[in-house]
């Protein structure tokens, strides 16, 4: 029996992403991949993903949801219960941002162009999405730039655990090259081992971890989340 931490009832198992990790090429398999566990990705009674309830678990830790209370918020690709989540702690401001707006109150806002003052959010939430950006260097350096001194990014980007550094192919035009390179075909890089020495180097130091360091105990296998995939918090 699987339980799902957002609605908070037990599944008999929860739905895989696009057949699972038997789906995958080859290459995604040797590459060793931390991300979403695509065996068990949707809960079949709310729907939340893999890498929404996991935010769930990381966001427990002590401090972390006091710290969104009267502050602003920006979040992209905001996850529907993720959403719900923020606004429970009654932030000031919780600006939703996503480049392709599904939604009335979703802003269009592109992440390698924040158009807000420097200094101005307490926490950003990217969740798999800086994998789809295309400048991603200009996108770390503008989130950067709007969050205030002290303020938390959480920049949650599926990476290969054996790559030493990040694999951009921009000639991979074909959407079938791109799928079989970084997993999906709206992919447009693999990071490697040095994405966190990619983020820090803009200005955000890493204050993330993994179950172990942060003392997270937890049954990975029972709320179905993937024990390999860390906390990537960083601070201003």
């Known amino acids: 029996m699987k339980y799902c931490v957002v609605c908070r009832q037990n599944v008999q198992q929860f739905l895989p992403y696009n057949q699972g990790y038997a789906a ?44 969104i209370s009267g502050g602003n918020v920006l979040h992209f690709a905001p996850e529907r219960y993720l959403r719900l989540l923020i606004q429970a702690q009654q932030p000031q401001q919780h600006v939703l941002a996503d480049m392709y707006p599904n939604a009335a109150d979703v802003q269009k806002i592109d992440m390698q162009d924040i158009g807000f003052p420097n200094d101005y959010f307490d926490l950003v939430i990217a969740n798999h999405v800086l994998e789809h950006v295309n400048d991603y260097q200009q996108a770390i350096r503008e989130l950067t730039r709007v969050l205030k001194p002290g303020g938390l990014a959480i920049l949650q980007t599926p990476y290969s655990s054996i790559l030493p550094s990040t694999i951009v192919e921009e000639s991979a035009s074909s959407l079938a090259t791109r799928e079989m390179l970084f997993g999906q075909s709206d992919h447009v890089r693999l990071y490697g081992t040095d994405i966190f020495t990619l983020i820090s180097s803009a200005g955000l130091k890493y204050i993330g971890g993994n179950h172990q360091t942060l003392h997270i105990q937890v049954d990975t296998d029972q709320l179905g989340i993937n024990p390999a995939e860390p906390f990537f918090l960083f601070e201003k």
């Open 24 to 67: 995958l090429s080859p290459l995604q398999k040797a590459l060793q991949v931390v991300g979403s566990d695509i065996d068990n990705f949707s809960c079949p009674h709310c729907g939340s993903t893999d890498r929404e309830r996991h935010l769930f678990i990381y966001l427990s830790q002590p401090g972390l949801l006091q710290r």
